[in-house]
């Protein structure tokens, strides 16, 4: 059965509890934290709203960064995005696919939240849960996390008009389920992500033939480069060779300027 | 300011073994192999047998319950102990980050002696036995030249028991302090005890659960991640309570506010006043409730007639309405609407007198002893160790107490002197002002102080005029630093004693006044690092090297715990298999003294006294009154300061895993000024401030969350601590721009928002 996060962004007051937590105890190197809290403003001064963007893996159902992961590293299980370290090979795909840009290289390997499978698999429940001062967070079977987050937004829909949930539907669905007191973007978040199956095509069939030495990237049209350019995609794809000497062949330098 | 990195020569031979006790230097312990590991497969939990030991958290001095977990003599993973009140099982971010504290490479590792110039922090690494030899025969030297009375005892953190308020009672010292008090706390304890015959204490008594209302004036929640607050407060607003915030700054919580007020700094006295005027005037305050439990009621009313919101409007820069409006709110909730008593209420100046327009508005609406307003909390019952009697009673008060307060007379020393801070002249009464200790140890007025005694207070970055602290520091006859960390003021101590963290020790038992009363255990999960000793060890050594034999006549810590916890049916062991909590029954509500026959109110009346006597008796206004605070010079802004949620005052800017998340404070400015000045976010400029002095360099985080006349930081960074990998030089320190302080006559608090500030470039 899927099981998913709810992350009540009407309770979090961002006091990154959970990101200390979850460094804590999956002992990440001390320069690596899988959560992020960035702080949005709206309106200028006195008429403001504001509030924190709790930046974390969402758990894509169809999730673009499995399906660019050449090693498998990245799989779905238990409707959660896993990574599995050993397998990486620090080609950074995900890092330059993923729609929410989560994955981050770390020690040359990928690292993202991997919905804390080994603590939840010994009979624990997450490092970030169990700990969230605000109980923010929670953490359970995909559907009942959704008829929770319905009843929530249900009920401060006084306070919040706007309120919302977001993650039912995007890419395929989310393993972490959101309760917004407004729109999407005022924190910054995408209301619609792109959508994974065209982008992994274009990686597949463009992106990925590109990096291997292919020199036909002029050709990908400017959707798939909105989501590549963002990050300056070639120069990022000659750290990942360089940080990976024994993978594949070095690209076009011709394509440097593309 | 002396720039200055500790510059050690190492001792060979680092396991001293005092006799009897158990201080194997475990080497490069377990942290820094934790530091190295990447991502360890199998997780720790399934690589042996997890141990859990009780605690309680010291990264701040809230005191969460924790339980402590620990594979291999290994402290791994600290959660919230379940059964604890404060913690139920959860921890905010510098909680989680205790194994990281320990762990942290800069750590003092072993006893020191100065070889180089004060200041210089040039020592030699000794034994305990010459560190406590030569400590003992430093102080004993001052006692026979000066009296006891001039050793200073300074202390903070959970462990200053020992040295703050156990040995400087027994030594005898009037002239122990603690920054919690002067520096934070005393004018709000000090209006509460004048209002109400009691302090507000440690854990403020508010009922939570079935509040329906929440004013915080100046207090940021969740930016002030104290935990358990942390969590009462989203309960709270979740279950729909209302939430008022007042304050110059649009802080995480005025995010999640009903009402903001964006008040004026500095005005909020005229703001409580037009609350009062408001609840009278409107007929919206619990006459029933007044009647019965308070005095002054006409005096009140009298006093507030012409404090209309009209009135306090232009001086706070709210408007009328917001004013009436949110008093409106509040009534409409009372007496499940609380003004929220908040800490670091050192401000202005006159503070004790804005903390009582708090309690006067809190009273109109009848919050004390109702659910959903304030509880009476009430301290465990718990024996002391049987020991004489003291050579000072009450040392430096605490956070709240004045010490011998129950006598009314300041304690004298053995040799006869009171305390050398001023209170009786320069201000009425309250513990003991630390920042009032300084200019006598430079004038030798009222009398000399020749030594001082640092436990883990950041000297250098926690008192106002860092400079004065320096010239004091200078003049000293003797300096002992106990900390675990290498801080600025370290340098400046002739001695050294490295402490083994919270973690690494046991420790005195903490006793929680609370609406159910408890007391908290420390266990070690692993022996003391490196060749550190626990805080009791050093009390305990050196009290015995000074003749103070009869105070320290346990022989172990865990003789010491078991006899205390006798008295409550306990000991270590079971209190332990306990679950590391005892809880004991509490008497919150005013029915329960009702059904007593009692008064829960320890004034002289045994009612809440609005109108104070004891303030007018001593020529102070009976019921606070609006004085203007002094203004921005041109070109300037008010510097304010506070929290962010992974640092604690000035202790964990060096540690690693907070460090990591957040390694320098931002300066922030409302975004409209920053542009006029030419400046955007993440420029890099420095601050000055009105004396000339400058601290930097900070990056610019022009914002629309701030008002145009001030601007904001954490406190804490800019440190000069070059043993410090991670914190030295990172940000600017709010402490290196306080060049003044402005002493409340009342309680001797040091209000500390009276200096101003500019951007400049370069330092
Ligand atoms: S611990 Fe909870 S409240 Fe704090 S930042 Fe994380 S999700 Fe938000
Ligand atoms: S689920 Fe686990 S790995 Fe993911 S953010 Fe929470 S603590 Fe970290
Ligand atoms: S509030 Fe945080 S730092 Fe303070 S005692 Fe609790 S867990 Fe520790």
Redesign the pocket.
Known sequence: MASA?LLDMTRCIGCEA?VL???A??QLPVDTQ??ELIEHTSGTFPDLTGGFQNH??YHCADATCVAVCPTGALFKEDGLTRLDRDACSGCGYCVQSCPYEVPVMSDGRSSK????AA??GAGGS????TTCPAKA?E?GVRDAILAKAKERVAAIKDRYPKAQIYGETQAGGLGLILVLPDDPETLDIPADPPDAPAVVDLWKHVVQPVSMGATVLAAAGAGVLGIIARRNHMAELREVEETEKAGVSSGDPDTEDV | MARVKLDITRRQFLATGLAGTALLGTGMGPGRSNLAMRYPDPPWFATGEVVTTYNYCDMCPWRCGIAVQSVDGKVIKIDGNILDPKSRGKLCGRGQAGVSFMNDPDRLQSPMIRTGERGEGKFREVTWEEALDYTAEKILAIKDTYGPEALAIFGHTTGDFWFTDYFAQAWGTPNAAKPSSSLCLSPRDEASKLTFGFPVGGHEPMDWDEMECITLIGSHIGEDSRNTVMQDFVEARARGAQVIVVDPRFSSAAAKADYWLPIKPGTDTALLLAWANVLITENRFDRAYLDEWATGLDELTAHVREFTPEWAAPITDLSAEQIRATARVMSDRSPRAVIMPGRHVVWYGNDTQRMRAEFLVNSLLGVYGRHGGMYFNKSPFLEAYPHPPFAVTGSSGGCSAEPGEESDVLPLGPTGKARADGAREAFLRGPTAMQELIDPMITDDPYRIAGLVVYGVNLLNSIPIPNRTIEALKKLDFVLAVDVLPQEHVAWADVVFPEATYLERYDELSPIAHKTPYIQMREPAVPPMYDTMPGWMMARELGLRVGLDAFFKWETIEEYLDTRLRSVGSNLEKMHDDGGVIIQEGKPYLEDFVADGETPFHTASGKIQLASEDLAGAGFDAIPVYEPTEEPPEGYYRLLYGRVPVHTFAKTQNTPALSAVYPENELWINEDEATALGYVTGDRVWLENDNGDRSGPIAVKATQRIRKDAVFMAHGFGQNAEGLTNANGRGASDTKLMSRYKLDPISGGGGMRVNFVRLVEGG
């Open positions: 996060f959970c937590a979850c460094k105890g999956n899988y959560i974390r893996c939240c991997d919905g804390c603590n939840v997450p490092w970030c849960v967070l953490f």
